[in-house]
């Protein structure tokens, strides 16, 4: 198992698999009240450059839940001073780094230059730790991952990415829908067209991607940095929009998610975020359970 958390690909069906009971466990104690502490006494720095919700409260929270503690910094990596510098300096201070960062290049430096852990908590590239919880949701209210349908709906951006990265562990069938020009198109899809163990498509034809999904998938047609398009995106991605009608194409026992937040009426109505087929709050909790399991791996 790698000694860092930055890319679902660096990580076996086996270990995947681990984790992903690792943060079941873990769940049942915290619903328990069990006190379980194997961070007693560490302390994990948490480096963000991007403003944060749920990756910043459920590391917070899980961390303190685990027994450890967390300093927090807002900062630009490498525009004070160098990644290097900085990572080799949390080195003799911290026993772990949690990164959100814009540069995905700037993960992998802290990771080469420190020797403790390092976790991808979202870079522009991939976000791992998202992609966890939600195959721990899945699991949760499927019972499985393999055999799947799973429609991603919305841009080729750093979420499916990391879908992509997951379906090479596991044989679920992924096809992202996205307008022309929107597609994935980097060295994570020549890998994941290559060796996905299930069917890996991307089409432009959103009700053929739909159509007897187990699981509809969406996140926000402009995502942070992508401000400036936001106005174009939005004419382009409304023949995307999640609604009603899109989901009775799924499966009838088929379930909703989001990575969120969520921009009601854009890319998914109110009446999809708050139908009985959502599972989004379900998917946010277990950020903290899943995240908890990759710190508990890597750092007790």
Not at 128 to 151: M, N, Y
Not at 283 to 293: T, Y
């Amino acid at each position: 198992m790698s000694a860092d958390f930055i890319s679902l690909n660096d990580y076996s069906q086996q270990d995947l698999l681990a984790l992903l009971d690792l943060a079941d466990d873990l769940k049942r104690k915290q619903k328990a009240g069990e006190l379980y502490q194997p961070l007693l006494g560490k302390t994990i720095a948490m480096l963000f450059e991007k403003p944060s919700l749920r990756t910043r409260v459920t590391f917070e929270v899980g961390i303190f839940q685990l027994g450890g503690q967390s300093t927090f910094m807002t900062t630009i990596l490498g525009e004070r001073e160098t990644v290097p510098d900085m990572a080799r300096n949390l080195d003799r201070w911290v026993d772990g780094i949690v990164a959100r960062t814009h540069s995905h290049d700037a993960v992998l430096e802290l990771a080469k230059y420190a020797s403790i852990p390092v976790i991808n908590a979202l870079t522009d590239e991939l976000h791992p730790c998202q992609v966890l919880a939600d195959a721990q949701t899945i699991r949760e209210h499927k019972g499985k991952l393999d055999g799947l349908k799973i429609a991603f709906v919305g841009d080729g951006n750093n979420m499916f990415a990391s879908w992509a990265n997951l379906v090479t562990k596991f044989s679920f069938d992924l096809v992202l829908a996205c307008p022309e020009g929107y597609e994935l198109n980097n060295a994570v899809h020549d890998y994941a067209s290559k060796n996905a163990l299930g069917s890996y498509t991307i089409t432009n034809d959103v009700q053929a991607a739909v159509k007897d999904a187990d699981v509809v998938y969406t996140d926000v047609w402009a995502s942070m940095g992508q401000e400036d398009e936001y106005k174009e995106r939005l004419s382009v991605f409304m023949p995307y929009q999640i609604n009603a009608d899109l989901m009775a194409l799924a499966k009838d026992d088929a379930v909703f998610m989001h990575c969120l937040p969520a921009h009601r009426g854009e890319e998914v109505t109110d009446e999809v975020m708050e139908s009985s087929q959502s599972i989004v709050f379900d998917e946010a909790e277990n950020r903290l359970h899943a995240q908890k399991a990759v710190m508990v791996t890597l750092m007790s």
